[in-house]
C-alpha cells in the first residue's frame, strides 16, 4: 500500500465529499457560467458563487467579489505582483520564496522595480524587526510566504501585517503551504493580497487556486477577454472579480474545492492543525534518534507547518527518495523543492534536501513505517 508523504506539493488522498462534487459537476453543471441564460449555465454560476463566498469566509474576507480565481497559487502570485508592481517601486520580499514569487520579482526588476531581500536564519526564519526595518520609508509593498515549502517554517505574518497597514505599505502572503491548515484571517492579520492553491492544504483538485485583492485596490489584469459582462465594450471590466477572470473558469474544479472547504471546516482548521504537528512530532523524534541526519527548521513542531527537510550523510537525497518509492512505496519529494534561495539559507544548496510532509488523511503508522524504511537504507536498522 502506498505511503503519500507528499502533502505540501498536492495533498492525496483528497475528501470524499470532494470527488463526489466533481464527479457530480462534471455530470450534471458542465455549462460555462456566466455566459448564458438557460438552466446549465445559471447552475454553474450559482455554483462558482457559492465557492467564493466560501473561500471568502474561509478566510475572513468580508466581500467575496474580491476574490478572483486562478489556476493555482503561481498564477494568482503573478496576478498580483504584475498587476500591482511598476517601475520605480520597492518591493521587500524574504530568501525563503518559492520560485512563484521569486522569478516574478526577478523579472520586476529588469524593469526597474527596487526589490529588497531579507535574510533568514539557518531555521528558515526571518526576522519580523528585520523585514520591517528594511521596508523603512517608500516601500510600496512587503510579500512573503506565511509557511515555508522547503522547512515547515511559519512566519511572523501578524506583526509584519500590522505594521504594513499601519504605514501605508502593501502585504501580500503566498499561503500555498498554510491555507487550510493554519488559521487565516486577512481582516485580523491586515492582509492586502493573499494568494493561495487550492489542491494543497485546502485539499481540493488541481487547477484550482485564488487572489484576494483588498478592496481599495485595483489590479492590472494578467489576461483580456471575455468576462460574460459588458461584451458590447472593447475595454476590460473594472469590476470585480471579472477584471481579473478572463475566460472559463475551472467550475469542476471549483466545485470540487467548494466541497473540500465544506469538509475542513466541518472537521476544523485547528483540529486538522493538531493532527498534522502530532505527526510532524513523531517524525523529529524518530529523525532525531537516526544517526547521520541533519533536519531543517524550526526544533518545536508548534514553529513549523507539516514539512520537514533532512539530508543523510553521504547520501544524495534524489538516490534515496528514489529508493523510498522503488522498495518501501513511500512518496516523498527531494531536491530544491523550487525554492533555490531557501535552500542557501538554510545550507542545503546545490543537493537540496529529502522532504516529507504528512497530511490530515496521515496516521502515526505512516510515520512509523516511513522511520523503519529510512532505518534500514541508512544501514541504521
Known amino acids: 500500500m502506498t ?3 507528499d502533502n505540501a506539493a498536492t495533498s492525496f488522498p483528497k475528501p470524499q465529499p470532494a470527488c463526489h462534487a466533481v464527479d457530480r459537476a462534471l455530470r450534471r453543471s458542465s455549462a460555462n457560467p456566466g455566459r448564458g441564460g438557460h438552466r446549465m449555465s445559471l447552475d454553474a454560476a450559482r455554483l462558482v458563487l457559492e465557492t467564493r463566498e466560501a473561500v471568502a469566509r474561509f478566510i475572513g474576507a468580508t466581500d467575496s467579489s474580491r476574490i478572483a480565481f486562478t489556476s493555482n497559487a503561481t498564477e494568482a ?7 500591482l508592481v511598476r517601475p520605480g517601486d520597492r518591493v521587500v520580499t524574504t530568501s525563503m520564496e518559492h520560485n512563484a514569487v521569486v522569478r516574478p520579482l526577478h523579472v520586476l526588476a529588469g524593469r526597474g522595480v527596487e526589490v529588497i531581500k531579507v535574510k533568514a536564519d539557518a531555521t528558515g526564519f526571518v526576522d519580523p524587526a528585520e523585514v520591517i526595518s528594511a521596508a523603512g520609508e517608500n516601500t510600496r ?3 512573503m510566504s506565511h509557511c515555508s515549502n522547503v522547512t515547515g517554517t511559519l512566519q511572523d505574518i501578524a506583526t509584519i501585517g500590522a505594521w504594513c497597514r499601519k504605514n501605508g505599505t502593501l502585504f501580500m502572503v503566498d499561503a500555498a503551504q498554510s491555507a487550510g491548515a493554519c488559521p487565516l484571517d486577512v481582516t485580523r492579520m491586515k ?3 493573499l494568494a493561495a492553491s487550492g489542491h494543497k492544504g485546502l485539499m481540493g483538485p488541481p487547477g484550482t487556486g485564488f487572489l484576494f485583492v483588498a478592496g ?3 489590479l492590472q489584469p494578467l489576461l483580456y477577454g471575455g468576462t460574460g459582462m459588458l461584451s458590447d465594450s472593447p475595454e476590460q471590466p473594472r469590476e470585480m472579480p471579472e477584471r481579473l477572470e478572463s475566460g472559463t473558469l475551472n467550475t469542476i474544479g471549483l ?4 466541497a473540500a472547504i465544506g469538509f475542513i471546516e466541518q472537521v476544523g482548521v485547528e483540529q486538522i492543525r493538531l493532527h498534522e504537528k502530532r505527526l510532524v512530532n513523531l517524525l523529529l523524534t524518530g529523525l532525531a534518534a537516526l544517526p547521520r541526519i541533519s533536519v531543517y527548521g524550526p ?5 513549523r507547518g507539516a514539512a520537514v527537510s533532512f539530508t543523510v550523510a553521504d547520501e544524495d537525497p534524489a538516490g534515496l527518495g528514489f529508493r523510498l518509492d522503488r522498495d518501501y512505496d513511500i512518496c516523498c519529494r527531494t531536491g530544491l523543492h523550487c525554492a533555490p534561495e531557501a535552500h542557501k539559507s538554510i545550507g542545503s544548496y546545490p543537493a537540496g534536501t529529502i522532504r516529507v510532509s504528512p497530511g490530515y488523511f496521515n496516521i502515526d503508522r505512516d510515520i512509523e513505517m516511513f522511520l523503519d524504511a529510512l532505518s534500514v537504507l541508512t544501514g541504521s536498522a
Open 3 to 5: 505511503i503519500y508523504l
Open 191 to 193: 492582509i492586502d493580497l
Open 141 to 143: 509593498l512587503v510579500v
Open 216 to 218: 481599495s485596490l485595483e
Open 255 to 258: 466545485a470540487g474545492l467548494h
Open 299 to 303: 526544533e518545536r513542531a508548534d514553529d
Open 77 to 83: 502570485l503573478n496576478l498580483g505582483l504584475f498587476g
